[in-house]
């Protein structure tokens, strides 16, 4: 599993349901989520985040507060990936030579979310599901990640070889901080993830 979530900005609070929402979707994922199938994860997901979703806005009427987060969360089993998405952030899927944006954004024609978790009326996530091929590598990210890049930055991304987490998080780092030196301050959320072939032998 892996997921972004990403407190709505303007919002009190937001980066506490964010957070509250990740380590939910954690708790589940790690209890229950692994052992069932892919139809049933859909099923239980929708579910959880439904009760999330009423969780945070009877949380934030109580304190007299309004606040919210976005959600993209993929599920990988095998050659199977599912993708559960409310909000603005993207999942990338990555090629040498070009990438694909797996999500679409949630915004109406004035620029604000339509949807999010714990803000507004509850709508089911958007959910896709994918053919899983060897060498695909993929980009979660938040709109304070990606909307410092030009798109066809990310194709380099692609073409990097990796092997293991710690390259991952040290590529995605030198990226950031290139990025943050020149136009500013944010926060920003994202995980780099992939098939690759150790140099050792073996798929991971």
């Not at 994922?29 to 999330?52: A, N």
């Not at 090629?95 to 979310?113: A, F, M, P, Q, V």
């Not at 073409?159 to 943050?180: S, V």
């Amino acid at each position: 599993m892996a997921v972004v979530c990403d407190g709505i900005g303007g919002l009190a609070k937001g980066e506490e349901a964010s957070s509250y929402v990740v380590r939910q979707l954690a708790n589940w994922f790690m209890t229950e989520g692994y052992k069932i199938s892919v139809r049933k994860q859909e099923r239980v997901l929708q579910q959880l985040c439904f009760q999330m979703h009423e969780e945070i806005k009877s949380f934030g009427k109580e304190s007299g507060i309004r606040l919210g987060t976005t959600i993209t969360c993929v599920l990988l089993d095998e050659r199977k990936m599912l993708c559960a998405h409310c909000g603005d952030c993207r999942l990338y899927l990555l090629k040498k030579r070009k990438y694909k944006i797996l999500t679409s954004k949630d915004h109406n024609e004035k620029g604000y979310l339509t949807k999010a978790l714990g803000v507004g009326e509850w709508h089911l996530l958007s959910i896709k599901k994918y053919k899983v091929r060897r060498k695909d590598k993929w980009l979660l990210c938040s709109d304070g990640f990606y909307s410092h890049f030009q798109e066809r930055e990310f194709c380099l991304l692609g073409k990097q070889k990796i092997y293991g987490d710690g390259q991952a998080e040290r590529l995605l780092k030198q990226l950031w901080e290139k990025k943050r030196t020149i136009k500013g301050k944010d926060n920003a959320s994202a995980l780099y993830f992939g098939f690759t072939t150790k140099q050792s032998g073996g798929e991971q």
